[in-house]
């Protein structure tokens, strides 16, 4: 019988690996890259691993790329989840400068007119 499954397996496992580091470290370019060998490789493992009499070996390495799969799916989600809350607190904090600033009016020399105008009792119009 062919170990081919085995060889399939443990390249997929060593991808994986490496995808998992590249989220932990937040490289987006690493992860791109692998992207292209992840699919080649789990072509093949589907191959491989559909076989009818898929040692038992066989399975229970593949159950532990699953569950290692699912684990970095819920990494990968919850990463995403803090760059959507920072994004969007950084956004926030970048409207409330925008009003902030937007309502105020500065002369020229950069003095605020609006406050030179309330001194003298002029009123805005």
Partial sequence: MTTQWRD???????VLERHANCLNEGDADALASLGASMR???????????????????????AQLSAR??????MLARRALQVDGALNAMGSVHEGLRR?????TYASGGAMSAGALH???FERA
Avoid: F, K, W, Y
């Fill in 8 to 14: 399939d397996l443990q390249a997929l496992q060593s």
């Fill in 40 to 62: 080649q490789i789990l072509t093949r493992v589907a191959r491989s691993c559909a076989m009818p009499n898929l040692p038992p070996e066989g399975r229970e390495l593949l």
């Fill in 69 to 74: 799969t699912q684990r970095l799916q819920v």
């Fill in 100 to 104: 902030s600033q937007g309502s105020r």
């Fill in 119 to 121: 001194m003298r009792g």
